[in-house]
């Protein structure tokens, strides 16, 4: 197991200048990735060229910069298609997860009865959207902040118009049970929403194996710079579906604009008015062609090795509860949270100790899912999300700074 | 052919050519400002009448001309000293139009007509366009405008912002109909496609004119729809490399026995055009051709050669010894209609052939010829040398480990790796690349012989 993680870990760690950083004289261990990754030295070199070689707008410059840039940024959206096992005339560029969803939500044109159903553990990025547009309709969740899956078809109506679901949970880490939840979403033509900001740096994705409708995912959690992410979805939804922003770059004919009326061009252009986060989307491309060249098996090994070394022991500390810790490597990512029992330290103080104490950079807090903690009555919890370039030597610390604080 | 009569070619060996070529080259030199500022000069062996070999000594003594040294220059300079460049591009007879790749892109001064006509010529000498264009001129009862249809990069609408879609009758340009207004095929919609398909039918179309790569995705499209492509005489296949994928694809909706392999260049016109033995031979009348012999060595590719063209006749930016930049394989049968020899394949750019360690170099035809040896050509594919000593190739529908296996005895030498591509990278252009090298680009000398 140890083998395992240090020889994936020690193959890539070098990419990363980050890591290379001292906080307080001791070397950082950098442990959020679930909030963001670090940014490996080829997404870096992506962006620092863009800039130096290739400053242009895309999509408009007749001039060599102009074709430079939009090659590369067309590129981008080819490498993350590619990575999804997508055409790239299904993959529209957005800000993020956030924005993906939303997309969705107002793509769906929902009335105030149409019900979504989701998991009550997800994310507000995921959760707030349905109170806005539409009915939420969440699936209870257990102590451990996890879905009680066996009621999702109880849930279900004839006024359920869409399953939204987060691939991994940001809380638990806990893997969803995609192809149950899509088999039972088919039978009644219920379409599925897949949040995979968690996933898609940890799991291998393929759109057509996962037979959702719509996939939402950001590049800063994928090792590429913030600002950039994906809708993905079906051509018949995007051909239809509401435009939600309109500009520049998205009309196919404007000759009769000053009366009011202009053709967009298809998806996914038609989406993405105004110019682009051009820098950001050309990291992004470098950044899952980086991961690709890894394999996602290997990050996937990495994880399943890494998994069980940080469960094994979290769960022997006294004085933590950590969630869902039962669950096997194979129904998680690397991804633990739990809560410090400290005399008069909140969780964020255990965070900062760690950090101050230890150069231990964990996140601490609600991570964004208020009812999952009012659910599991948790006064906030710390998370620890390692990736594929942390050592079990880095949670060693981790696990010494844990202790030292518990005990 | 289809089992109907083969008919014999109305085209006959233009005895004429090397006569012409020759006045053509001391007009260009005498007449065009460009080359007096290049200083440029025709030698004395420049004479009205044409003796054997006096072509041959003066291209030797004239020096080669690349796009690099046309780019900067402005349209004034390519035309006659006696003529109004002002008035002529200001009443549309001639054009401005751009070609070749972002890095090596030109200016052209652009004459319809005359390209329009030495098209119309070149069909002569196939004998499966002129079968079919004789078979249309028959049915239509004169012999007028053959209703033909294009389909490569747009020429009407590029789909970009406020251009808008042309309807089909704006699309349509006196007997031609443009199929494509949009730019990358794959961002093709289903109703584009269906379009496209109907379009064609509705036209009448007697020969469609197609880069494979744009060609092989309505192919597939029509495929899936259970079609057969409704063009009634014969496809002409043009601007990019034809892999064994796209004529597979392309046999399940259209009859292979009526697809013509052409290779032109917008600065020249028609080139070569596939004969019924097989290979292409020299379009006459338009250009003479040079074929200058490569001095390394080329695994999967035999006789090979760098196209240098000298166009003929044109009063109006006349080439002389261009280098396109192309390879092609010669051929040893006899030509048909000039001195130029034929050739067996167009290979591809110089500067896309992948250069290996021991200095030889892999052109895009000798890479898609070891996949289909290997029955492991996917549906598309980018072979993209990153640096001197790696290559990663793209595969789009197929097996990465096939074709790497198929592709390491030829990339001898080079770090191979392979990965799984939902789409081809289109060039900004619009044209696609089956090869691309990504390394500082070599002098012409380092290849290529400069004499023929």
């Known amino acids: ?407 | 052919m289809t089992g109907r009569e083969q008919p014999s070619l109305s085209l006959s060996r233009d005895t004429e050519h090397e006569a012409r070529a020759l006045r053509s080259i001391a007009s260009a030199l005498e007449r065009i400002p460009f080359y007096a500022k290049r200083q440029t000069h025709a030698p004395a062996l420049v004479e009205p009448s044409y003796r054997p070999g006096s072509l041959e000594a003066l291209l030797a003594s004239l020096p080669l001309l690349t796009a690099d040294s046309i780019r900067a220059s402005l349209p004034k300079v390519w035309f006659p000293v006696d003529r109004n460049p002002k008035e002529e591009l200001a009443s549309g007879a001639i054009s401005i139009v751009e070609t070749g790749l972002s890095d090596a892109r030109i200016r052209l001064l652009w004459d319809k007509a005359w390209w329009l006509a030495q098209e119309q010529r070149a069909w002569h000498a196939s004998e499966v366009a002129e079968l079919a264009l004789a078979e249309a001129t028959r049915s239509a009862g004169s012999p007028g405008g053959i209703r033909d249809a294009v389909l490569w990069v747009p020429e009407r609408g590029t789909g970009s912002c406020g251009a808008g879609d042309p309807s089909y009758e704006q699309r349509v340009e006196r007997t031609r109909l443009h199929l494509n207004p949009r730019q990358d095929p794959t961002f093709w919609t289903e109703a584009v496609m269906r379009r496209m398909l109907e379009e064609l039918a509705l036209h009448e179309t007697v020969a469609l004119l197609a880069d494979p790569f744009y060609l092989d995705v309505l192919a597939r499209f029509a495929d899936s729809l259970g079609q057969a492509l409704r063009v009634q005489g014969f496809i002409g296949l043009t601007r990019s490399l034809t892999t064994s994928a796209h004529r597979a694809n392309l046999a399940r909706v259209f009859d292979p026995k009526r697809t013509v392999q052409v290779y032109s260049a917008r600065e020249a016109g028609v080139l070569f055009i596939e004969g019924s033995d097989g290979l292409l031979h020299h379009a006459p009348f338009t250009t003479h051709v040079e074929l200058l012999p490569l001095r390394v060595a080329t695994p999967g590719a035999s006789n090979v050669a760098c196209v240098v063209v000298t166009t003929l006749d044109r009063a109006v930016q006349p080439l002389v010894r261009y280098v396109l930049g192309d390879l092609v394989q010669v051929a040893t049968a006899p030509s048909r209609f000039t001195t130029v020899p034929p050739i067996t394949t167009v290979e591809g750019k110089l500067d896309d052939c992948i250069v290996r360690p021991d200095g030889a170099i892999v052109t895009p035809a000798a890479v898609d010829r070891a996949l289909e040896a290997a029955r492991a050509a996917p549906t598309g594919y980018q072979v993209i040398q990153t640096d001197l000593a790696s290559v990663t190739i793209e595969v789009m529908g197929g097996s990465c480990t096939e074709v790497t296996s198929a592709l390491a005895p030829l990339l001898d030498g080079l770090t191979v790796s392979a990965r799984s591509a939902t789409a081809i990278a289109i060039e900004s252009t619009g044209k696609y690349r089956t090869c691309r090298r990504m390394t500082p680009r070599l002098p012409l000398d380092a290849f290529v012989s400069t004499q023929t």
């Not at chain 1, 840039?69 to 590619?82: G, I, K, N």
């Not at chain 1, 719509?214 to 992410?229: E, T």
């Not at chain 1, 061009?265 to 682009?276: L, M, Q, S, V």
């Open chain 1, 1 to 407: 197991m140890k083998d395992t993680i240090n020889s994936h870990a020690a193959a890539v760690r070098s990419a990363f200048p980050l890591l290379s950083r001292e906080i307080a004289g001791r070397p950082l261990v950098f442990l959020d990735n679930a909030s963001t990754t670090p940014k490996p030295r080829a997404v870096i070199d992506a962006v620092v060229d863009t800039y130096e070689r290739a400053t242009a707008n895309v999509h408009r410059g007749v001039h060599v910069l102009g074709e430079e840039a939009t090659r590369l940024f067309d590129d981008a959206r080819r490498e993350v298609a590619a990575l999804i096992g997508a055409s790239p005339s299904e993959v529209v560029l957005v800000r993020g997860t956030t924005e993906a969803i939303n997309f969705v939500a107002n793509g769906l044109q929902l009335g105030s009865d149409d019900e979504v159903v989701f998991p009550a553990s997800e994310h507000h990025a995921n959760w707030i959207p349905w109170r806005v547009h539409g009915k939420p309709v969440p699936v209870p969740i257990d102590d451990d902040g996890l879905p009680r899956w066996e009621s999702l078809e109880s849930l279900l109506t004839a006024k359920t118009r869409l399953i939204s679901l987060g691939h991994v949970s940001n809380v638990t880490g806990a893997i969803a049970p995609v192809s149950e939840v899509v088999r039972i979403a088919k039978s009644r033509g219920i379409p599925v929403l897949l949040d995979a900001a968690q996933s898609l740096s940890h799991l291998p994705l393929d759109v057509a194996e996962l037979g959702v409708d719509f996939l939402a995912a950001s590049a800063h959690k994928a090792f590429g710079p913030s600002g950039v992410g994906i809708l993905w979805s079906k051509k018949e939804f995007l051909a239809k579906c509401p435009l939600y922003q309109v500009g520049g770059g998205m009309i196919s004919l404007n000759n009769d604009i000053d009366v009011g009326g202009f053709v967009p061009r298809d998806a996914p252009f038609k989406f993405e008015a105004g110019t682009p986060a051009i820098e950001a989307t050309i990291g992004f491309g470098a950044a899952v062609k980086w991961m690709r060249a890894i394999g996602m098996q290997t990050i996937r090994e990495h994880d399943l090795a890494m998994s069980a070394y940080l469960f094994d022991a979290l769960r022997e500390i006294p004085g933590i509860r950590v969630l869902a810790k039962h669950l096997h490597p194979e129904q998680r990512i690397a991804l633990a949270t739990f809560v410090v029992d400290a005399p008069a330290m909140t969780q964020e103080s255990v965070a900062r100790a760690l950090c101050d104490m230890f150069g231990v950079c964990v996140s601490a807090g609600f991570h964004c899912t208020h009812v999952l903690h009012a659910r599991a009555h948790l006064p906030g919890t710390v998370r620890a999300s390692p990736h594929v370039f942390n050592t079990t030597d880095e949670i060693d610390v981790l696990l010494e700074g844990v202790r030292e604080i518990a005990s």
